[in-house]
Each structure stands twice: as C-alpha cells, then as structure tokens.
C-alpha cells in the first residue's frame, strides 16, 4: 500500500488534526485572549473524555455523557481556577502543570475505576455502531465511504463551530474585557471590571473545550491510557499555538494540520532509519520549530505583535 | 521506628538529587529570569554521558562522573552564548524564555532518545551491595554512594556561596540584578560562573539518578517537576532554599509513603508545590516581600 495514496491515512492524521486544532482553540482562549498560561490544559481534556469513558462503560446514554463530560471539565476549571488565578504568571504556569500530574498519578492509581495503565476499554460506547449506521446510510444511496470518514468530518465540523462562537464571542463586550485584562489587569480592574471573574469564567469555558477535545478523544482511540494524557499533549499543544499565532482562531486549524502532518503524517517517508529514531527526530523538528518561532517570531504566522504579551 | 529510619535514607537519597538540581534552577530562575524546562534533560544528559563513559567505553564511574560534569557545564554555557544573551539582548519576555526553553527540551530529550534508544539503561554499580545496620533498617551501596556524594558536594557549594565573592555575587544577583550591577558586580561574569555551576550541578545529580533510578531519555524530564516543587518550596532564586527544599521534599515524599500507597508519593510533590505557591509564594524558607 502506498500511503501517500492511502485515504484512510490522512483520514487518520486530519482527525488527529481536528482534535488537536478543539484542544487548541480551549487554549487560544486562555493564553491569546486572557493571559492564562495554562500548562495543565491537557487535565481538563483528561476529565471531559474518562468522565465520559465512565459514564457510557456504566450504561449512561451517550447523549447525557457528553455534556456530563464538558460540565465536568468546566467544574475542573473553576476548581483549580479558584485558589490559583491570583498567582503571578509563571507560578501559575507551574501550579497547573503540577494539578495535571496529579490527576494523571491518580488515574493510574485508581485502576479498579479508571483501569490505570491497563486503560479503559469500550469508552467510546456506541460510537462504534452508529458509525457503522451512517457508512450503512451512504452505501445504501449509493456512496461507499471509507469508515473514518465520519468522525474525521464531525470532529472538524464541530472545530469549526466551536471557532465561530469563539470569533462571534470575539465581537463581544465579554471578550473586550478578556483582552483588557490580557493587555493591563490593573488597568481593568480600576475601570470597575471584576478580572477575577472573567479570567475564571475564560478557565472555565477553555476547559469544557478541553473536555470536548477529550469526548472527541475518546471517539478517535476507544480505549483511554493515562499515558495519552500525559504534559506533552499541552506541550504540543503550545507548539500548534504559537506556530498559529497568538491570538489568532484561525492560526490554530493552520498550526494543527502542520503539527499533526509532522507527527504523524511523516510516517510514509521512507527514512533510511529506524522508526524510534525516526520517532525521535519528529520532535527535534517541533522543538526547534518551537525555538525558532519564539527567537525570530514569537507572534507565529497568524497573530499581531502588538497582541502578543509574554511577560509575566 | 525502623521503618522511618529507612524512608528516611530513601529520602536523603531522592531529596540530595533534588537539591543537586533545584540549586542550579532557582539561581537561573532568580538570576536570569529563566523558568529552564530544559534542566531536567541537562541531567538527563549527564546521566548518558556518565553511560557512554562508564559502560559503552568501560572507564571508571569517577571518569564518568567528572565527564558528565564537564559534558553538562560546557553545555549550559555553549547555550548562555548562542540563546539566551542574545535572546535578553532582544529583550524577550520571561514567558517567551520558557517557551524556548521547552523546545530546547524537545531538542535535547529527542536528540538523547536518537543516539541512546529509549531503552532502560544503568551505569556499572553494584546492584545488590547493602548492609543491614540494625534491626530492619537497611542501606544499600548505591545509597551510600548517593547521600554522600550528594552531601559533600553540597556542603561545598553551600560553603562556596557564603564565603566567595562570586558565591555572594550571585546570591545578590538573585536578589536583585539591578542592585547589583550598580554596586559594581561584574554581572557578565556571575552569569557564566552561575551557569557553570547550575550545569554541574545537573549533570552530577543526572549521574546520581541513573545510578540511584534507571536512565531512560524521560529521567530528567520525570525529575523536572519535583525539583520545580523544591525551588518553590525553598523560595524561588535562593540557593539554601532549593538545597533545604530538595531535602525536604525528598523526605516529605518517602516520610508520606507510611500512611498512603506508596505510587502516590509523586503526587505528593506536587500537592506541596501548589500549596506553597498558594499559601506562602515566597516559599517555606524565604522572606516576605514583594515579588
């Protein structure tokens, strides 16, 4: 099989794609619009898809464990939110990078709940059926569709809806607030806006995105591993953020496809090395991507410089 | 009673390498400005470097120690020179550093996992030397090997920054660059001594991890987040306090593994560090004032 000719790989690599550009639009909205370096962003998708995965492996209706799942990640937000928001930028960087181990060290913990590293199986629930029921769909007027094609549709469908509330959010007063508190809090604050707030409620909806990612997660791989979940997801996540441009929704679907091209979708070049090292020098090439666009761009391809804050 | 005798040595051991790298991060963090993601793969790269010293070249482990210490020191002042100057000389944010850092991180780890191969590796020490002290309460060679290396070079340090001009420089600098450069410290040269420092100091607690736990390109990486919780708790840019704090925390952790699963003591680390960032910013052993 030639794989550049194979649809059902780049089917595979734009679905990994439109899970990474949901994740990253929760992110966008922390770090471009707010100023929340959230380093634990990965956490709040690690509730949204074990909060489902438990849910629909207990026999709960798909259609209630979704909004669960995004009300569960939304609830993990504020929790952390909460007592850390006051902190200075970096330590806030750090805290919520510790919350996120934590989490994770508590899933492997618990595995007669979670399954911990044995993973939790079936997670996906029906999915799988009613995937089968659409191809069955458009077979039956006569379309043969490859079986990935469903998801990969619906998880960028729904990307781009969650990108189109956030730019109508953008025409807001609500996000007008969020930038003000981006560009100078104490500036906002003095103007009588209530920046503890919006920069919770900015946490918040970031993270039932997060969560959404997640939901979306669990569809794409059926079986969950605390090993998914781990700080590199964010990491990465940072990478497709800032080669997208701070601050920039459409940045992130460009960034996205980039980053899942390179880490997945450089599979079919035939390197004269072996996979693990091959594996290895994908990551050499996000890192120094990564260094590259903070040393000579640090707003990234799409975003404004005088919209880019990066000091604490 | 034997029980706490023997967390407590496991504690002296994981909490000497702490503080073998918290020293090194809070200085850069206090001096430069820079939350350094990459640290924990400095040591992860001396831990190799003692590797292909002390097992692929078969020389002995004082060989492979004084070579990772090199190796790690000339890389943290190769890097002073081709990143992080010039990027200070642009006047780049401390969130622009810290992103940096992370793909310099990237870049080291994935370069370690393409020469080295992901595979569990260890450094020529004997396994199963240990001695029986009294009643239940035993040590091992490689943990004598750990405590005391651990000790004496923080003793040294610890001496060396109270006693040396430059050892007081970078205290000051720490404390406050501005002030100090006013007050006539050469501050070009504090920078150098501190990466120097702050590089040795990562590649011999690398070495000392991949003796006292397994080498894998993730070792330094899974040690990044505890020695962040030993800054934090020592108070961010103080020396004694990352060097108080590593201990501490490396005690705290084995010390908890008497009440609660033991696979949770990791977690611990990280409760310490919010509730300290939260509850007393400036750390356990800092003083009040505004940071």
Redesign the interface.
């Given at each position: 099989m030639d794989p550049l000719l194979a649809f059902g790989f780049w089917a595979f690599v734009l679905t990994f794609a439109g899970v990474y550009a949901i994740f990253v639009l929760g992110l966008q909205l922390e770090v471009g619009d707010t100023g929340l370096i959230n380093f634990g962003h990965v956490a709040f998708m690690a509730i949204g898809a074990y909060t489902m995965g438990l849910l629909v492996t207990n026999d709960v209706s798909i259609w209630i464990a979704i909004p669960i799942a995004l009300a569960a990640s939304a609830a993990g937000g504020l929790l952390l939110g909460i007592p850390t928001l006051r902190l200075r930028a970096d330590y806030f960087a750090i805290t919520t990078i510790a919350a996120g181990e934590i989490l994770r060290i508590a899933i492997v913990n618990e595995q007669d709940t979670t399954g911990g590293t044995q993973g939790l199986r079936s997670a996906s629930g029906p999915w799988r059926d009613a995937n089968n029921d659409i191809l069955d769909f458009f077979s039956g007027i006569g379309i043969e569709l490859d079986r990935r094609v469903p998801l990969l549709v619906l998880v960028w469908v729904t990307a781009v809806l969650v990108g189109l509330v956030l730019v109508y959010l953008g025409r807001t007063p609500w996000r007008r607030v969020l930038r003000a508190v981006r560009e100078d809090e104490d500036a906002a604050a003095a103007a009588g806006k209530p920046v503890f707030r919006y920069k919770l409620q900015a946490l918040a909806l970031g993270s039932s995105i997060a969560g959404l990612a997640g939901v979306f997660y669990t569809l794409f791989s059926t079986t969950l591993f605390p090993t998914n979940f781990e700080p590199i997801f964010t990491f990465v996540g940072f990478a497709i953020l800032i080669l997208g441009g701070v601050g920039s929704y459409f940045g992130v679907v460009v960034g996205s496809v980039v980053i899942a091209v390179i880490v997945s979708g450089t599979r079919f070049l035939d390197f004269p090395l072996d996979a693990d090292k091959v594996a290895a020098l994908r990551f050499v090439v996000i890192g120094l991507l990564i260094m590259a666009i903070m040393a000579f761009r640090p707003q990234g391809l799409f975003g404004k410089k005088e919209e880019l804050h990066l000091d604490a | 009673m034997d029980e706490l005798l023997n967390t407590t040595i496991n504690g002296l051991s994981s909490g000497g390498i702490y503080a073998l790298g918290a020293i090194g991060l809070s200085l850069v963090y206090g001096i430069l400005k820079l939350?350094n993601f990459a640290h924990g793969d400095f040591m992860t790269l001396g831990g190799y470097v003692a590797f292909a010293i002390n097992v692929s070249a078969g020389m002995p482990l004082a060989v492979a120690f004084l070579g990772a210490i090199a190796a790690v020191a000339a890389l943290g002042l190769v890097l002073e020179f081709a990143?992080w100057a010039p990027?200070r000389r642009r006047g780049?944010?401390?969130?622009?550093?810290?992103?940096?850092s992370?793909?310099?991180?990237?870049?080291i780890?994935?370069?370690i996992?393409?020469e080295w191969?992901?595979e569990d590796r260890g450094l020529d020490v004997d396994q199963f030397q240990s001695w029986n002290l009294f009643g239940d309460v035993t040590i091992s060679a490689i943990q004598v090997t750990v405590i005391a290396t651990a000790g004496v070079v923080l003793l040294l340090v610890a001496t060396m920054l109270r006693v040396t001009l430059i050892g007081k420089s970078m205290r000051a600098l720490s404390d406050s660059f501005d002030l100090a450069e006013v007050s006539g410290v050469n501050t070009r040269r504090v920078v150098i001594y501190t990466w120097l420092l702050a590089g040795s100091l990562a590649g011999l607690a690398g070495v000392l991890a991949a003796i006292y736990t397994t080498l894998t390109p993730n070792t330094g990486w899974f040690l990044l987040?505890p020695i962040?919780?030993a800054v934090?708790l020592g108070g961010i840019g103080s020396a004694y306090g990352a060097l108080l704090g590593g201990i501490t925390l490396g005690l705290v952790q084995e010390w908890s593994t008497m009440f609660i699963?033991p696979?949770?003591k990791?977690?611990i680390g990280?409760?310490v560090?919010?509730l300290v960032?939260?509850v007393r910013?400036q750390g356990i052993f800092g003083q009040a004032r505004t940071?």
């Amino acid at each position: 099989m030639d794989p550049l000719l194979a649809f059902g790989f780049w089917a595979f690599v734009l679905t990994f794609a439109g899970v990474y550009a949901i994740f990253v639009l929760g992110l966008q909205l922390e770090v471009g619009d707010t100023g929340l370096i959230n380093f634990g962003h990965v956490a709040f998708m690690a509730i949204g898809a074990y909060t489902m995965g438990l849910l629909v492996t207990n026999d709960v209706s798909i259609w209630i464990a979704i909004p669960i799942a995004l009300a569960a990640s939304a609830a993990g937000g504020l929790l952390l939110g909460i007592p850390t928001l006051r902190l200075r930028a970096d330590y806030f960087a750090i805290t919520t990078i510790a919350a996120g181990e934590i989490l994770r060290i508590a899933i492997v913990n618990e595995q007669d709940t979670t399954g911990g590293t044995q993973g939790l199986r079936s997670a996906s629930g029906p999915w799988r059926d009613a995937n089968n029921d659409i191809l069955d769909f458009f077979s039956g007027i006569g379309i043969e569709l490859d079986r990935r094609v469903p998801l990969l549709v619906l998880v960028w469908v729904t990307a781009v809806l969650v990108g189109l509330v956030l730019v109508y959010l953008g025409r807001t007063p609500w996000r007008r607030v969020l930038r003000a508190v981006r560009e100078d809090e104490d500036a906002a604050a003095a103007a009588g806006k209530p920046v503890f707030r919006y920069k919770l409620q900015a946490l918040a909806l970031g993270s039932s995105i997060a969560g959404l990612a997640g939901v979306f997660y669990t569809l794409f791989s059926t079986t969950l591993f605390p090993t998914n979940f781990e700080p590199i997801f964010t990491f990465v996540g940072f990478a497709i953020l800032i080669l997208g441009g701070v601050g920039s929704y459409f940045g992130v679907v460009v960034g996205s496809v980039v980053i899942a091209v390179i880490v997945s979708g450089t599979r079919f070049l035939d390197f004269p090395l072996d996979a693990d090292k091959v594996a290895a020098l994908r990551f050499v090439v996000i890192g120094l991507l990564i260094m590259a666009i903070m040393a000579f761009r640090p707003q990234g391809l799409f975003g404004k410089k005088e919209e880019l804050h990066l000091d604490a | 009673m034997d029980e706490l005798l023997n967390t407590t040595i496991n504690g002296l051991s994981s909490g000497g390498i702490y503080a073998l790298g918290a020293i090194g991060l809070s200085l850069v963090y206090g001096i430069l400005k820079l939350v350094n993601f990459a640290h924990g793969d400095f040591m992860t790269l001396g831990g190799y470097v003692a590797f292909a010293i002390n097992v692929s070249a078969g020389m002995p482990l004082a060989v492979a120690f004084l070579g990772a210490i090199a190796a790690v020191a000339a890389l943290g002042l190769v890097l002073e020179f081709a990143i992080w100057a010039p990027m200070r000389r642009r006047g780049a944010g401390i969130m622009q550093l810290m992103l940096l850092s992370i793909g310099l991180a990237f870049v080291i780890r994935n370069m370690i996992l393409f020469e080295w191969g992901g595979e569990d590796r260890g450094l020529d020490v004997d396994q199963f030397q240990s001695w029986n002290l009294f009643g239940d309460v035993t040590i091992s060679a490689i943990q004598v090997t750990v405590i005391a290396t651990a000790g004496v070079v923080l003793l040294l340090v610890a001496t060396m920054l109270r006693v040396t001009l430059i050892g007081k420089s970078m205290r000051a600098l720490s404390d406050s660059f501005d002030l100090a450069e006013v007050s006539g410290v050469n501050t070009r040269r504090v920078v150098i001594y501190t990466w120097l420092l702050a590089g040795s100091l990562a590649g011999l607690a690398g070495v000392l991890a991949a003796i006292y736990t397994t080498l894998t390109p993730n070792t330094g990486w899974f040690l990044l987040l505890p020695i962040f919780a030993a800054v934090v708790l020592g108070g961010i840019g103080s020396a004694y306090g990352a060097l108080l704090g590593g201990i501490t925390l490396g005690l705290v952790q084995e010390w908890s593994t008497m009440f609660i699963r033991p696979t949770y003591k990791e977690a611990i680390g990280f409760l310490v560090l919010i509730l300290v960032l939260i509850v007393r910013p400036q750390g356990i052993f800092g003083q009040a004032r505004t940071v």
